[in-house]
Nanobody, 116 residues
């Protein structure tokens, strides 16, 4: 059974940092493309960052480039999202997603709130 469990969310002031983690189980982690999405209240879910199976390629949504970094540890079966210089506009529920051989699995989400 494929399972993704996010952690690391919380409340932070503008300019602060958080690191989200997504622990994966139930599949060969290095076979999966990994993604971070976010959904703010009243808005559609949007792709924030992605990383290829071997971490050779990463991509970012324009508003987070230079502030967020996606990485993965294929030994710990975990994908990370380091978020620096956070802004109120980054407030959202952040979701981890795995795609393995065309099969998609989502985590339950973790709340990030950026407010003074």
């Amino acid at each position: 059974q494929v399972q993704l469990v996010e952690s690391g969310g919380g409340a932070v002031q503008p300019g602060g940092s958080l690191r989200l983690s997504c622990a994966a189980s139930g599949f060969i982690f290095s076979d999966g493309g990994m993604f971070w999405y976010r959904q703010a209240p009243g808005k559609e879910r949007e792709l924030v960052a992605s990383i290829s199976r071997g971490a050779e390629f990463t991509n970012y949504e324009d508003s987070v480039k230079g502030r967020f970094t996606i990485s993965r540890d294929n030994v710990k079966n975990t994908v990370y999202l380091q978020m620096n210089n956070l802004k109120p506009a980054d407030t959202a529920v952040y979701y981890c997603r795995a795609v393995v051989r065309g099969q998609s699995t989502w985590g339950q989400g973790t709340q990030v709130t950026v407010s003074s």
